[in-house]
């Protein structure tokens, strides 16, 4: 309950209230023309970037052209919670976000356009891990790696998404049950509802992980070989 009620107050901040309404917090405004990086002090409202301790939101002004961007040529960043509010955009190409406690994305509010997380490189360690909560939200894991301590989907509104491609998601303990349940509903797909590629969750005894991860069907990899050995012939 405390979560959800911080998060419908930091959304309306987002959505046209003046400045940040809880000390520590910090809001995307894209207000950097030269630069649309997390680490430019400019591209938030109080001109600070968020620190260990802060709350980070990335709302609905972050559409494409506005992005906040982390890739690997900005240094490691870190912050307390995440919130990618519908119609926010947030770009991995690199680097690594640190999230202490949760990230969410998705919030309730009348956009159709989901809170977006594009993952195509990097790190995101996103401690708790919501994906939609009565808006919608979708996290597309193209690159790189995202560790959670707890992967939540919406799934009761069917309004948080998770699609795989080259991507893999780590989470902590045996849910290899409940990720397959979300696959089979079509919440988490692989490579968009590819027939061609299916998502696999494999449980690490030893790490005590999840590993969720997408590979190629049967008759899609008889295809690959076939087509490596005839390249190789032809070499």
Not at 192 to 216: F, L
Request: proline share 4%; hydrophobic share 40%.
């Amino acid at each position: 309950m405390n979560r959800r009620i911080i998060l419908l107050g930091v959304s309306a901040a987002m959505l046209g209230m003046a400045g940040p309404i809880l000390a520590g917090t910090s809001i995307w405004t894209d207000g950097d023309p030269s630069s649309h990086y997390w680490d430019a002090s400019l591209n938030w409202d109080n001109h600070w970037v968020p620190q260990p301790g802060d709350l980070a939101g990335v709302g609905s002004g972050a559409t494409a052209g506005h992005e906040c961007v982390i890739d690997d040529t900005i240094p490691s960043q870190a912050c307390s919670n995440l919130i990618v509010a519908i119609g926010g955009n947030m770009i991995f190409d690199g680097g690594q976000l640190t999230v202490s406690d949760w990230t969410f994305v998705g919030h309730d509010g009348a956009q159709t356009a989901p809170g977006l997380v594009e993952m195509l490189g990097g790190t995101l360690n996103a401690g708790s891990l919501w994906i939609g909560n009565g808006g919608p939200g979708q996290v597309n894991a193209h690159g790189g790696t995202i560790n959670t301590d707890d992967l939540i989907l919406d799934a009761g509104l069917q309004a948080g998404l998770l699609d795989i491609t080259e991507g893999v998601v780590i989470e902590a303990g045996n849910t290899v049950d409940t990720v397959m349940t979300w696959v089979g509903n079509g919440w988490i797909t692989a490579y968009g509802g590819d027939p061609a590629y299916h998502v696999t969750a494999v449980y690490d005894d030893v790490s005590g992980v999840t590993r969720i991860a997408t590979i190629p069907e049967p008759a899609t990899l008889i295809l690959l070989s076939l087509g490596s050995l005839l390249l190789r012939r032809k070499s």
